[in-house]
């Protein structure tokens, strides 16, 4: 009996082990991935002008507080910012992102033109507010805009403007429509770079067009001013208008909650700078391949 106690343990240890073994046989085949090891999606973002990527990284927190904007959508951590919107479209087609944030109507343009693309994450806070920028010493101009932008919309204009050349517009190209000429008005120099399509668009002959285009053509009229349209890369914007390059500038502004109440945090951010009301409101989305 004694022989066939100990003889019974002996069973009982083998397969205690026996199961040990297989338990971390299991482990080795299909470890948990590590924090470090986990995939981490790279989402991409345009550049804010006058912010760095911390500041970037403050903006985000504030949203996600504030607003309650998914934390996971545009981590810090994983984003991948880009100067232009073409670098950053090239980069998802090549897979180096793994989505892309845009207003939703740059967003919906995009995807029209390109059939390997879909949208996500609809109607992401906060809304943004498409303004325009001139440099302090101009406010007096910028009131004068407010004022006629005001009454672009109260007449229809400025939503008749959007139907036409943006909301019926699909994927096909915007109509370059000239802008006016007013013998003997001041001139303001407009920078344009083609990165937010179909609002900023350059044609493949290198002509401005678009809704943006469009808008300057009925806002001359009304504040009686000529607009010179000057090519600029989306990353020296800034620059160009600190610098005198240009006078004025079309300014995305992500500071409105949903019922278009501004907030206290600009996305971007550059001293020294006037901005008009917004002529446009509009929420962000996200872009990734189907």
Known sequence: MKRLLVIFMALVIMLACAGCGGGEQKQESTPAPAASEQKVEKAGALMPIGLDEEGYKHWTENIAKSEGQPAGYAAPNTVVFFDNMNSMIMALKGKQIDRFAAPSRVGAYIVARNDDFQLINNNLKPILGYSIAMQEKDKAQVDEINTAIKAMKDDGTLNKLIKENITDLGGADPVAKPIPMIEGAPTIKVAVTGDMPALDCIL???????????????????????????????????????????????????????????????????????????????????????
């Open 204 to 290: 493949a002959d290198g002509t401005p067009a678009g809704f943006n285009v469009a808008f300057l053509g009925e806002l001359g009229k009304r504040i009686n001013k000529n607009f010179e349209l000057v090519s600029i890369e989306a990353g020296a914007r800034g620059a160009a208008l600190s610098s005198g390059q240009v006078d004025m500038l079309f300014w995305v502004l992500g500071t409105y909650d949903q019922d278009g109440k501004a907030l206290p945090y600009p996305l971007d951010n550059m001293k020294g700078v006037a901005i008009s009301m917004p002529y446009m409101m509009d929420s962000r989305v996200g872009v990734a391949l189907k």
